[in-house]
């Protein structure tokens, strides 16, 4: 298996099983409504499509066309890219398409350099062969990736910049190329800047000459990536922070936030199982010399901490790596294998024939050990049920919804929801986010809970906020898709001035509804 030919051969063929495999994972998310075939991605992910579309569009990179300027979306460059492919000839159901399939193109490439990366710090092609079948086939990648959340550019991104970031520590200098590359890190994802700042950092510790110059390029990087991107922020927006930071630090004490995402840290060790986290542990104590070793354990440590601070995801309860955390886990998968191949070369120092053997089915033990002992999460790996928010409907029941809004209102018609991506997307009718991540009113308001330590539990990023009489009572929607919050406040209100539908409450004054069309799909059978 060391040898180069046969080695190559291997790799091309877990990717050709990997492409094989994610297609099939990408259909997976597909859908029909009426007989037509949908694919939507992830909510978050669909409301930096609406802002693709809206730009594409000739609207500008807001979410209503027309409306406020208002940065909802964490992922300039991903927006970007998903406004280039808008511009393409494709049918606005197919386009999440493009989107899951640049995804799996960023995938693949980052399993080349995985491998890479592998080969360079654990020193072994047996460990990087591992770590790209763990990588390629651990379920939460795909399910971030291939569902079109940033997790995909993120993810390629950062395999770039370790791999020169190897480099750097083999010449005993901060390159600017690094820099570079961790600056579009950042345009990628805004708190990317948590890896800007530790990886150069560390890179500056092991230095033993040139400290002074790398801290003048690292100053210049952070002066045009980062300062740069908060002067288009402060010049475009209007303000000098992301809407998304007052939605998600404004209000919550940072105790409550760390105290949660330490919560769910230790839910997700547990999880993993003791014994696959304490393998890194032990690479990393057996081979505490080893300066490459050492610079993947700190970016896993640096990632981990900012998903501390940040209080960890808003769906914890899904169980694996989150969104933060799983961009790490390819070097976490590196660190392992190397506990594991340094263990059973001392237990095969006799004869070593068994070697890839033992290190195969180890392989293998560890990629059912970390998803957990749930059994829908080994369901879910080996395709036997829907991915998250497909096994529960919520993308058909979006496109459905947004269906029928496209067939009941006016395109002038003005509509209140609690999911802030599909249905504005597929409708793009003017919107009201009642969570508050489009809205900068509710963004600055006080969380409704987990505001104190002994609530940390119920602190769920982005989730904790909104004003049902300032979304409702004050902007009069014409359309309502669901209450959130101030139930038993607004409710009395609602049914006084709205006609419930099929789940939505329709403004009895409003002249952007056809109420001829309400009727018809208060009738219809819905399949």
Not at 24 to 52: P, Q
Not at 340 to 358: A, F, P, S
Not at 491 to 497: F, G, H, I, R
Request: aromatic share 12%; proline share 3%; charged share 20%.
């Amino acid at each position: 298996m060391e040898k180069k030919g046969r080695s190559s051969e291997v790799f091309l063929l877990i990717i050709a099983i990997y492409v094989w495999y994610a297609l099939l994972f990408i259909e997976n998310t597909s859908f029909v409504v009426d007989g037509v075939k949908y694919y939507c991605l992830t909510d978050d992910a669909m409301i930096s499509m609406r802002y693709a579309r809206n730009l594409a569009e000739g609207g500008g990179l807001v979410w209503n066309a027309g409306g406020e300027r208002v940065e909802g979306y964490s992922d300039f460059l991903w927006v970007l890219w998903m406004a280039a492919l808008h511009m393409l000839p494709v049918e606005i159901r197919l386009m999440p398409l493009l989107v899951q399939l640049s995804e799996l193109l960023l995938v693949v490439g980052s399993l080349y350099l995985i491998r890479r990366i592998a080969q360079r710090a654990a020193g072994s092609e047996t460990i990087a062969l591992g770590a790209v079948t763990l990588t390629a086939f651990y379920y939460p990648i795909n399910n971030w990736a291939l569902q079109g959340s940033d997790a995909g550019p993120i993810l390629f991104v950062l395999c770039l910049a370790v791999l020169e970031a190897l480099s750097c520590l083999e010449k005993n200098a901060l390159s600017f190329r690094l820099l570079a590359i961790l600056g579009v890190g950042t345009l990628v994802r805004i708190d990317f800047t948590a890896l800007f700042l530790a990886i150069p950092l560390f890179l500056m510790l092991k230095q033993k000459t040139g400290r002074r110059a790398s801290a003048g390029m690292f100053l210049l990087a952070a002066v045009i990536f980062l300062g740069g991107q908060t002067l288009f922020r402060l010049w475009y927006y209007g303000d000098w922070l992301p809407n998304t930071y007052y939605l998600k630090i404004y209000g919550t004490p940072m105790a409550v936030r760390i105290m949660r995402g330490l919560s769910t840290t230790l839910d997700f060790i547990k999880d993993l199982s003791l014994p696959a986290f304490l393998l890194p542990l032990y690479a990393v104590v057996t081979r505490r010399r080893d300066d490459k070793i050492m610079l993947l354990a700190s970016v896993i440590a640096a990632q981990s901490c900012y998903n501390m601070l940040a209080g960890g995801d808003a769906w914890e309860w899904y169980g694996g790596a989150n969104r933060y955390l799983v961009v790490v886990m390819p070097f976490f998968f590196i660190l392992a294998l190397a506990a594991v191949y340094d263990l059973l070369k001392i237990l095969t120092e006799k004869n070593g024939k068994y070697l890839t053997l033992l290190f195969t089915a180890m392989v293998i033990t560890l990629l059912i050990t970390v998803h957990g002992s749930n059994r829908s999460s080994i369901q879910e790996l080996l395709l036997l049920k829907k991915p998250l928010h497909v096994q529960d409907k919520e993308h058909r029941n979006s496109a459905w919804t947004a269906k029928i809004i496209g067939e009941t209102t006016t395109p002038d018609a003005t509509i209140a929801v609690i999911g802030a991506g599909a249905v504005p997307y597929y409708t793009m009718r003017y919107s009201i986010d009642t969570l508050g991540k489009n809205d900068p009113v509710i963004a600055r308001e006080q969380p409704r809970y987990g505001k104190t330590l002994g609530d940390y539990e119920r602190f769920q990023p982005g989730h904790t906020k909104c004003d049902a009489n300032y979304s409702i009572r004050a902007l009069k929607p014409d359309v309502i898709l669901g209450l959130w919050c101030d139930k038993d406040e607004i409710l009395p209100y609602v049914q006084e001035n709205y006609a419930q539908v099929r789940g939505m409450y329709y403004n009895k004054n409003s002249k952007n509804i056809d109420w001829a069309a309400v009727g018809r799909i208060q009738t219809a059978v819905i399949l």
